[in-house]
């Protein structure tokens, strides 16, 4: 029992929650429907949750990687290098999605129908003014993420400018972000209620038909995930440093092993580190700095996480999103994808705020939440696997490579 309520298991007690719902739905589905409300408080305070976490994560992140010294050029690579890298994902996943279309062909008791509006057709001049607000103050209670962003990146970078005068905010900042992530770790710990009640509701409205689709879901996102490695990471890799395939193979398979069972990138990366240096020659010089940063930013199995979920609640709900708009939806994940939290299940946290970006229902946020164990194996690993490969493919445009 003690095991289960270990801080790292919570997806254990998640899966309880998860098999409770189901018994609660079957056995009581008119309970289960009025009691929906203790799940919509649970989605309500991680929605409230989303503002402060992205704030908190893009200013730690600027303030605190601010001195590049004499890497400003590969830092620079490495960045434009991440954001490519995770636009072709996404453009992957959202092909392979395309293809299996999750939440089609589904059958439920009671057909699911989202009543709200999906944002339309955009413009660029729209998108423009929404992202540059003449009152942040006003942006930031109206839940406005990309130009509550913008704001937080514009005022770090005002801080790092300023030296040592902005040493108290980088200070007050920091501690802020402990206490931010140290509340969001203890909401965490509210999941099991929150996807059991979220469960009993969806088995009671929608019936058994809802395990079908979901079920697609996950094959969707590792399916996606591994065309990503595929067409995004190992071909590339191995036409530009020219590297011997079953070295680079082995390599990922060793990570690999640490992703799937840790699903921590942070947790990962001292191996990371040490198997580029050693297993694939690449100098601690360009490591030290490539793999540290891609761990904090560079996350392609975030683009398959977001571009899987929009068009299987798409689907799922029988909603038309027009093509358009997945092109916005790219460049929103690219900005807060950079705000994961560093937390067991804080993907929760992103993928809500990205549906609520678009005002796409956030539903199925609860029965997804019960899986995410299984899903973030996947995203976790091919974010790390992004670092290793973009760690090699800069190395090699520094020609320092040591041993390829």
Not at 120 to 131: A, Q, W
């Amino acid at each position: 029992m003690s095991t289960v309520f270990k801080k790292e298991n919570l997806f254990i007690r998640i899966a309880i929650g998860f098999g409770a719902g189901i018994l609660l739905g079957t056995l009581a589905p008119q309970f289960s429907i009025d009691a929906k409300v203790i799940g919509d408080v649970y989605l309500n305070i991680i929605k409230m949750m989303v503002i402060p976490v992205l704030i908190c994560a893009v200013m730690t992140g600027i303030i605190n990687s601010a001195n590049l010294g004499s890497l400003k050029r590969v830092a620079v690579k490495t960045v434009l290098l991440y954001v490519v890298m995770f636009l072709a994902s996404f453009a992957v996943a959202f092909g392979v999605a395309m293809i299996i279309r999750p939440g089609v062909d589904v059958v439920f008791e009671n057909q699911p129908v989202y009543d709200g509006e999906v944002g339309g057709p955009i413009r660029i001049s729209e998108v423009l003014l929404g992202i540059f607000p003449d009152n942040i103050f006003e942006a930031l209670s109206a839940n406005n993420i990309l130009p509550t962003m913008l704001f937080a990146i514009l005022l770090s970078a005002a801080i790092v400018s300023i030296g040592d005068k902005g040493r108290p905010l980088v200070d007050v900042i920091n501690s802020l972000s402990e206490a931010v992530f140290r509340l969001l770790s203890i909401i965490m710990e509210t999941s099991p209620i929150g996807v059991m009640s979220l469960m009993a509701f969806s088995i009671a409205q929608y019936g058994t038909g809802l395990f079908m689709a979901i079920g697609k879901y996950i094959l969707c996102c590792w399916l996606a995930c591994i065309a990503v490695y595929i067409i995004v990471f190992l071909i590339p890799v191995l036409l530009y440093t020219k590297i011997d395939a079953k070295r680079f193979l082995l390599a990922c398979g060793e990570i690999a092993l640490m992703t799937l069972s840790t699903t921590s990138s942070a947790a990962t990366l001292p191996t990371t580190i040490r198997v580029s240096t050693e297993d694939l020659g690449v100098p601690a010089a360009i490591s030290d700095f490539t793999l540290p940063l891609g761990c904090t930013i560079n996350m392609c199995g975030g683009a398959c996480s977001f571009c899987c979920l929009a068009i299987f609640v798409s689907d799922f709900y029988e909603l038309n999103i027009p093509l358009a708009q997945f092109a916005a939806m790219a460049i929103v994940a690219t900005l807060i994808n950079m705000a994961a939290p560093g937390i067991p299940g804080g993907g929760i946290v992103l993928m809500t705020s990205f549906l609520t970006i678009f005002n796409l229902p956030i539903d199925l946020i609860g029965p997804i939440a019960a899986f995410y164990r299984l899903l973030d194996m996947a995203f976790t690993t091919i974010n790390v696997e992004g670092d290793i490969a973009a760690n090699l493919i800069i190395a090699k445009s520094e020609e320092s490579m040591l041993k390829l």
